[in-house]
């Protein structure tokens, strides 16, 4: 489980990704502190990496939550990008995913249902009482991670020079039968920054002791105007797929693999979030407006693939995303509504849009679509980088 997945080739990639690196203004520093109790007496800490170029990311072992990101824009002026709350009462009680990682199965899995060798399994049924989302009612969001600075010793990754990186282990055991899963997972987490280019690298690793489907990610909710400053209408995002999983009233991907063209969900080429989010298409009314997973295009012996970008015209910050995963979910925070965020700031209806990095919903049920299933012995890997600039 301390191995990290080998096509994590080396800081190479995350340099050869980072165009914009300028030498160091700052000392990299790894703080921590205490931010709260569960009912369990479970302390819950929050984790501040800092950057040599000042990026700066709160982790907490809450969920694995970011809870903050601040990246500079044009003239270097620093906005928190993730939307959140203050409290961690606040992120048990009412959270939407702000900031978690999700598992054991992200996305929705129809009928809550799949049969792995002839055995049915009944997972949480936790929307609308007929089918299973983000791994049920208390997934990997909602646990405690046992967590760690990495260190040479436990990154144990001959490719990856920790003079270079910052960043944290997080590990979580789920055990068989949770939320009605197969399987004892041994999950590993990690979120490295490099120490002067302003990336976010995300790589999970897990093993299983019974065949499973997982499905990891990270939910946070971006707004590059900074949380809390309006909608994210005005964004410009590209997503580089010729094809989406269209899905039915439920949001269940029907199993069709459509091409994007001639329609709303056609962003090849840098499109407003809100040009045609209210567009009259079926796909469109059916997720209130973007909510749907993009199939993304696979380039010959490439592990990474460019997966989105999102761009905000008035300040110039701009987050590009690369994966593992064959899918992305864009979701633009159709079903958020009006309510209080961090530091006294109001959140709105699509005050921040998410790309979930993933395997397609409902893969357990679709053999067509590519496996999400897990057999002991065998490693369970994904990486995603966030890369922020300013344009
Ligand atoms: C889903 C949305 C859902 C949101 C919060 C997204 O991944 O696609 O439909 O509302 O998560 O749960």
Not at 339 to 344: F, L, T, V
Request: contains cysteine.
């Amino acid at each position: 489980m301390s191995k990290l997945p080998a096509f994590m080739t080396s800081l190479t990639l995350l340099t050869a990704l980072a165009t914009n690196a300028i030498p160091a203004a700052g000392e990299s520093s790894i703080t921590v502190k205490t931010w709260g109790k569960l009912p369990s007496g479970e302390e819950v800490k929050l984790y501040t990496l800092t950057n040599n170029l000042g990026m700066q990311v709160t982790i907490s072992n809450y969920g694995g939550l970011i809870t903050s990101l601040c990246v500079p824009d044009k003239e270097g002026k620093m906005e928190d990008v993730i939307l959140g709350f203050d409290t961690l009462e606040e992120y048990m009680e009412k959270s939407p995913y702000f900031g978690a990682v999700v598992g054991r199965y992200g996305n929705r899995i129809g009928g809550g249902t799949f049969t792995i060798d002839g055995t049915a399994y009944q997972v949480t049924k936790n929307e609308k009482g007929i089918q299973c989302l983000h791994g049920g009612n208390v997934g990997f969001d909602k646990k405690i991670w046992d967590v760690e600075e990495i260190t040479s010793e436990n990154l144990q990754h001959d490719r990856i020079d920790t003079d270079k990186i910052i960043g944290l282990k997080l590990t979580l055991i789920s055990p068989d039968g949770e939320e009605g899963f197969p399987g004892t997972i041994n999950t590993v987490l990690h979120y490295m920054v490099p120490k002067d280019t302003n990336l976010l690298v995300v790589l999970y690793g897990a093993t299983t002791d019974k065949p499973t489907h997982l499905n990891l990610t990270q939910h946070a909710y971006f707004n590059m105007k900074g949380a809390g400053n309006g909608d994210i209408l005005d964004h410009e995002v590209t997503i580089w797929a010729d094809r989406f999983t269209p899905v039915d009233e439920n949001l269940i991907p029907t199993g069709e693999l459509r091409d994007v063209t001639g329609t709303a969900m056609d962003f090849r080429q840098p499109n407003l979030v809100g040009a045609r989010i209210d567009a009259d298409e079926e796909q469109i009314k059916i997720g209130g407006g973007y909510d749907h997973n993009w199939v993304l295009n696979v380039k010959e012996g490439e592990n990474f693939r460019k997966a989105a970008k999102v761009r905000d015209p008035a300040s110039g910050r701009t987050m590009e995303v690369f994966t593992t995963e064959p899918g992305v979910q864009f979701y633009a925070g159709n079903f958020m509504s009006t309510m209080p965020g961090k530091g006294g700031k109001t959140y709105v209806k699509r005050g921040g849009l998410c790309f979930e990095t993933q395997h397609f919903p409902d893969s357990p049920n679709k053999p067509q679509f590519p496996s999400t299933l897990v057999k002991p012995g065998e490693e369970y890997k994904s990486a995603t980088i966030f890369k922020f600039s300013a344009e």
